[in-house]
C-alpha cells in the first residue's frame, strides 16, 4: 500500500517565521498531493491540490511544490491564525492521507 | 453555496452497525466525488471511502469490506453504513465533496462524533 508520510510531527515557530513540511509518498504519484489545514474541533480545509496550485481564498503566504514522492508545504511567514495541524494527502484513487504536522506557536 | 451536514446516532454498541447520513444542499449529487473521512480521538484523518453517481465505489482496505456507501439522489444526501463496529471505529465522521480525476475534499461537513461503547 501507498505511504504517506510527513515531517516533522510538530515544528514550533513563533509569527513571521518561515515554516516548512515535507511530505514523502512511498511511490511516485506525480503531482497528485493535496494540503489540508485543521484546527481543533473543526473539519480539514483545502489549501493546496495538484501539489501547488492554491484553493480559492487561500492566503498567498501558503505555497507548495514538489513531484514523484517528495512534496513541501511552504508557509512564507506565519502568521497568528496558521497554528494548525496540517495533513498532505495523495489524490489518486486511494486517497490516504500523512499523519500530520502540528504547527505551535513557540 | 454548497453545504454538508452529517447526522445520525452519536453512540453504536459495539457489533451493531454504524448508520450515518449527509446531506447536501447548494449542488446535485449526480455530479462530483462524495466520500466519508473519519478522525479517531487525537489522531490523523482516515479516508473511508468514495462514490460518484453511476459508478464505481472506492473504500479503504483498512476498513476489511465492513463500510458501504450508497447515493440517494432523490434526497440530494449520502449514507455510510459500517457493520461490526468495535471501539476502535470511535471517530468524528466527516462527509465530504471531491472534483473528478484528482480526489481531493474541498467541501467538507462540520462532522459528527460516533462514540462505540455499550
Known amino acids: 500500500d501507498l505511504q504517506m508520510t510527513q515531517s516533522p510531527s510538530s515544528v514550533s515557530a513563533s509569527a513571521g517565521d518561515r515554516v516548512t513540511i515535507t511530505c514523502r509518498a512511498s511511490?511516485?504519484?506525480?503531482?497528485?498531493l493535496a494540503w489540508y489545514q485543521q484546527k481543533p474541533g473543526k473539519a480539514p480545509k483545502l489549501l493546496i491540490y495538484?501539489?501547488?496550485t492554491l484553493h480559492i481564498g487561500v492566503p498567498s503566504r501558503f505555497s507548495g511544490s514538489g513531484s514523484g514522492t517528495d512534496f513541501t508545504l511552504t508557509i512564507s511567514s506565519l502568521q497568528p491564525e496558521d497554528f494548525a495541524t496540517y495533513y498532505c494527502?495523495?489524490?489518486?484513487?486511494?486517497?490516504?492521507f500523512g499523519g500530520g504536522t502540528k504547527v505551535e506557536m513557540k | 453555496q454548497v453545504q454538508l451536514h452529517e447526522s445520525g446516532p452519536g453512540l453504536v454498541k459495539p457489533s451493531e452497525t454504524l448508520s450515518l447520513s449527509c446531506s447536501v444542499s447548494?449542488?446535485?449529487?449526480?455530479?462530483?466525488?462524495w466520500g466519508w473521512i473519519r478522525q479517531s480521538p487525537g489522531k490523523g484523518l482516515e479516508w473511508i471511502g468514495y462514490?460518484?453517481?453511476?459508478?464505481?465505489?472506492n473504500y479503504n482496505p483498512s476498513l476489511e469490506s465492513r463500510a458501504t456507501i450508497a447515493l440517494d439522489t432523490s434526497k440530494n444526501q449520502f449514507a455510510l453504513k459500517v457493520t461490526s463496529v468495535t471501539a476502535a471505529d470511535t471517530a468524528v465522521y466527516f462527509c465530504?465533496?471531491?472534483?473528478?480525476?484528482?480526489?481531493?475534499?474541498?467541501?467538507w461537513g462540520q462532522g459528527i462524533p460516533v462514540t462505540v461503547s455499550s
Open positions: 465530504a465533496r471531491s472534483h473528478g480525476g484528482l480526489i481531493f475534499w474541498d467541501e
Open positions: 447548494g449542488v446535485s449529487i449526480i455530479s462530483y466525488y
Open positions: 462514490n460518484y453517481y453511476g459508478g464505481p465505489i
Open positions: 511511490q511516485d504519484i506525480n503531482n497528485w
Open positions: 495538484g501539489a501547488s
Open positions: 494527502q495523495q489524490a489518486n484513487s486511494f486517497p490516504f
